[in-house]
């Protein structure tokens, strides 16, 4: 029995995990459909009606250009949780490949492997992506390039450790003397053995990823205007937070939505994958 | 046993109040006379140097904001030349020598008269330590007697009192005494009492000013560079004033006369562009500047700058220049002629490769907004924008020339003459000589601008050479900042009323 891991169901984990599921797939949905829901032109300027208060044309107000926060929002919402999104899924690919060769083949390739994580993991993660970011200069893809280059070490570290603790199971000699090869062995015996932690471990970052993207376009190093992302617009807006304040919450409001969301559906995720560990 | 204890105990407890009683008794004295509050300003600004030495670097600019520091001559705020330490200036018939006679009441705050020796020997320092200004190092300079001296410049200067002997960075100082970085003896109405290197820098009146009385004891310069924690430490009543208000915070403090007193007056730091003529045609440089909309710019920046039509305020005899009006058909009627036709996007492109131009720009002075309002401005005539934002364009594209449009900031009138600007911009090999425009003919303007001595030739030779940067349609000029003060009602004197950032608290500021 492992005594680390409470194996009892919790209860309603399933129920739960739907919901969020389902709240999540809303989100995504709305964000793919953005540009069809927006009331207005995000992108369109207006001497006329900056600072405008909320109203029937524009339903959260009008920010210090005179553009429709609403849609700005909802624009943003592609923005903010498709990098998200691919960015765990780019970070999840390399750490995962990167951590089962380091595991599997150990000596050199281990050491080089996890030396270099340790070295990237000697930095806070958000420290080192500022860094990054000002080097290469602002943008969608430079954002996500700063905050994945320590992203991936946590699946490396998690599928190696994977890694170590499976090859030594009897199924995996079988399929050795059996004549499989390293990479056979690796993604056809290990691979679907470890995925149940790391796509619970997955799910849970793709809140915190959310926030690092936001933050940095916060700090003007991300996504830079007039690209509509909430880290940015909240940037841009702060300054008039006493005069115009929807121009901050809309976007500060959604993007505190989003990522206890996607950070419930984290956490449904892996109350389910206990449940069924348990089962 | 137990009764014992408790009488003991309340015998003590009894002395003890005893005790209290007594001393109290003989605590009592007269109370002392109300002592007079000292008058402290408190002022906030966006930078701090890690030295007071006014001729390093840009300190001189914060010595005189201190009221540390003075010049031999200042400049108004009608940008006319005044005297201050020193009573004239004369040139000589062919314009090599300037004979400059001090004011006999000049003294340091130490009581040390302000001599024809001591300024020699700041000059030379000026030109010894301060890379902008190493020319001086290869004046001649000659003493007459204690309060006049020569200065030959090798060649004619006519704005020598305006580039250098007014420049903040020529801040008279006593050499021979105090310490130059932290404490040194000047001869401005306050002197150093404390001071933290790149932090808050305090000081106090000085009691021998030569200049009148000091009305203030004293002044406190917070260091605050973020803009949101000055309209916050003003709204608390931390702070009493401080200028370079954003227009977030200038409607706030507009909207509570009672509280605030705002003062807003035309200033001379300059918002442009350069268009690049090596990668752009001329018909879609003339495009370009037929489509941005300065006024509605203007109108974004909440008040804070001013349209502008050329580098220099229209008020100015250097600021008589003309532009085309905005005329959004006559700019596609440009680029139709260059041969570009409009997809079915709308936007315009040649041999199916679409018109997209590169504007560069750097996250300060409202540039970055004025980059987001080009690029929809140019979008409304089918003009693509790749913009591209940088933390330091004079690292990256100032020196690199990898640009279409590149937007910048400077100050453009430093002191009532147009010979910096003009020289900085347009000169060949100067700061933007890598955008293709400088030519011969500017080039012998700008060198007659250089020596004239006539002050209305020199405007119009200004407007000439700036005229020809517009016909070419090679710079674009958006805004003219507005110097924005804000302070408690009661304050008064804080540099208000000067164009100028360099000129701060003086004799007559009051609370």
Redesign the interface.
């Given at each position: 029995m492992n005594i680390l891991v409470d194996k009892k169901p919790r209860k309603g984990a399933k129920t739960r995990f739907i919901v969020f599921m389902i709240l999540a797939g809303i989100l995504v949905v709305l964000s793919v459909i953005a540009p069809k829901l927006a009331p207005n032109d995000p992108y369109e300027i207006s001497s006329a009606n900056i600072n405008a208060s909320p109203s029937a044309q524009y339903p959260m107000g009008t920010d210090r250009l005179g553009r429709c926060v609403f849609s700005r929002v909802l624009m943003g919402a592609r923005t903010s949780i498709f990098s998200a999104v691919a960015l765990v899924a780019i970070t999840f690919v390399i750490g995962s490949l990167l951590g089962m060769a380091a595991g599997w083949y150990g000596g050199i390739v281990d050491t080089l492997i996890m030396r270099f994580a340790d070295i990237l993991l000697a930095f806070p993660q958000m420290v080192l992506a500022i860094a990054v970011a000002g080097i290469l200069g602002g943008g969608m893809f430079n954002a996500m390039l700063a905050m994945g280059i320590t992203g991936w070490t946590v699946y490396a570290r998690l599928a190696r450790a994977q890694v170590l603790a499976l090859k030594r199971e009897a199924y995996v000699d079988a399929a050795r003397l059996s004549g499989c090869s390293s990479l056979a062995i690796m993604f056809r015996t290990l691979l679907p053995n470890m995925l149940g932690p790391m796509i619970v471990n997955a799910s849970i970052q793709i809140g915190s990823m959310m926030v690092g993207i936001a933050g940095l376009s916060f700090l003007g190093i991300g996504i830079n205007e007039p690209q509509a992302e909430w880290g940015s617009m909240i940037n841009n807006s702060r300054a008039y937070i006493q005069l115009a304040p929807w121009a901050v919450l809309g976007p500060a409001i959604a993007t505190i939505i989003t990522v206890m969301i996607f950070n419930y559906l984290g956490d449904c995720v892996r109350d389910v994958m206990d449940v069924e560990a348990g089962e | 046993m137990k009764k014992l204890l408790a009488l003991m105990m309340i015998l003590v407890l009894a002395l003890s109040l005893a005790a209290c009683g007594k001393k109290e008794e003989e605590d009592v004295t007269p109370e002392p006379e109300p002592v007079a509050e000292k008058k402290i300003l408190r002022i906030a600004e966006s930078f701090a140097y890690a030295s007071l030495d006014a001729h390093k670097d840009y300190n001189g600019w914060y010595t005189s904001i201190y009221g540390m520091t003075e010049t031999l001559f200042k400049i108004g705020n009608d940008l006319s030349v005044q005297p201050l330490l020193a009573t004239k200036a004369e040139a000589s018939e062919d314009g090599l020598t300037w004979t400059i006679t001090l004011n006999p009441k000049a003294k340091f705050s130490n009581g040390n008269a302000v001599t024809s020796d001591m300024v020699i020997r700041n000059l030379q320092r000026v030109g010894e330590v301060n890379d902008s200004y190493h020319d001086v190092s290869e004046y001649v300079f000659t003493k007459i007697d204690d309060t006049t001296f020569t200065i030959n410049t090798g060649s004619v200067y006519p704005t020598l009192l305006t580039d250098k002997l007014a420049s903040s960075a020529f801040g008279i100082m006593d050499l021979d005494a105090g310490n130059l970085d932290n404490a040194p003896v000047c001869t401005g109405p306050f002197k150093a009492k404390s001071f933290e290197p790149e932090g808050t820098v305090e000081v106090e009146k000085n009691e021998n000013y030569w200049n009148g009385t000091v009305k203030l004891d004293g002044v406190v310069f917070e260091y605050m560079s973020d803009?949101?924690s000055k309209?916050m430490a003003m709204q608390s009543g931390e702070i009493d004033g401080y200028s370079s208000v954003?227009?977030?915070?200038k409607?706030?403090y507009e909207s509570d006369p009672s509280r605030y007193k705002v003062t807003v007056i035309p200033a001379t730091r300059l918002q442009f562009y350069v268009l690049n003529k090596n990668t752009l045609s001329d018909n879609v440089r003339k495009a370009i500047n037929l489509t941005v909309d300065c006024q509605?710019i203007a109108?974004?920046l909440?008040g804070t700058t001013s349209a502008a039509v050329g580098p220099f305020g229209a008020s100015a005899p250097y600021g008589k220049v003309t532009k085309p009006a905005v005329d959004t058909a006559a700019a596609e009627a440009a680029l139709q002629a260059d041969g570009y036709t409009k997809n079915s996007d709308g936007m315009y492109e040649k041999n199916g490769k679409p018109l997209t131009i590169k504007v560069c720009y750097y996250?300060a002075r409202s540039l970055?907004?004025i980059?987001?309002?080009l690029?929809?401005q140019f979008k409304a005539v089918g003009i693509g924008v790749e913009?591209?934002?940088?933390?330091d364009a004079d690292s990256t594209y100032r020196v690199t020339g990898d640009y279409d449009l590149a937007l910048y900031c400077m100050i453009a009138d430093k002191s009532g003459d147009p010979y910096y600007c003009v020289n900085a911009l347009y000169r060949k090999g100067g700061d933007w000589g890598l955008a293709g425009f400088p030519n011969d003919e500017c080039e012998a303007l700008i060198d007659e601008l250089k020596s004239e001595t006539d002050i209305n030739r020199r405007a119009e030779l200004a407007n000439q050479i700036v005229q020809m940067t517009i016909d070419d349609n090679a710079f674009g000029y958006i805004g003219l900042f507005n110097k924005t003060t804000v302070s408690a009602p009661s304050v008064v004197n804080i540099g208000e009323n000067s164009p100028f950032d360099f000129y701060a608290v003086n004799a007559d500021t009051d609370k």
């Open positions: - | 803009d949101e309209l954003t227009a977030a915070a409607q706030i509605d109108n974004y909440g996250s970055d907004t980059a987001t309002i690029e929809r913009l591209v934002g940088v933390e």
